[in-house]
């Protein structure tokens, strides 16, 4: 997730529809807001944690998402990359449902129940 992505995901949950509003609805100024969607400044831990909050997503992927856009060696943006992906809700669902999918097929008789989902933990 970009931070683009997620300031219009905020804006779109709270019927926001302009950066002007943005700011107002955060109670910032409208260059801070100028300064995140122009790539010059990313908004800190807290910020993004509350971003998060407000777009109604997971906010330890939005923050590690957010760490992967801050990072300027390769190296660091691929691995926080790694971690958001790991964190990302959708990407678990989707993961869940593949491997739902494959035990039904080598499992004979074996069908999943309506709803159920894998439980994924490290």
Do not use: Q
Not at 3 to 22: H, I
Not at 34 to 58: H, I, Q
Not at 67 to 86: G, H, N, V
Not at 96 to 109: E, K, M, N, V, Y
Request: charged share 25%; hydrophobic share 40%; aromatic share 6%.
């Amino acid at each position: 997730m970009t931070l683009t992505e997620l300031l219009d995901a905020v804006k779109t949950r709270n019927n926001l529809t302009s950066n002007y509003a943005l700011a107002r609805f955060l109670d910032t100024r409208e260059t801070t807001v100028w300064r995140w969607t122009s790539g010059r400044n990313l908004p800190d831990e807290e910020t993004c944690a509350r971003l998060a909050f407000l777009a109604g997503l997971d906010e330890d992927y939005v923050i590690a998402s957010m760490a992967a856009e801050r990072a300027r060696e390769p190296s660091s943006k691929e691995r926080w990359t790694r971690i958001a992906a790991r964190l990302n809700p959708d990407g678990l669902y989707i993961m869940s449902t593949c491997i739902r999918g494959l035990l039904d097929r080598l499992t004979p008789g074996r069908t999943s129940p309506a709803g159920s989902h894998l439980l994924v933990t490290t």
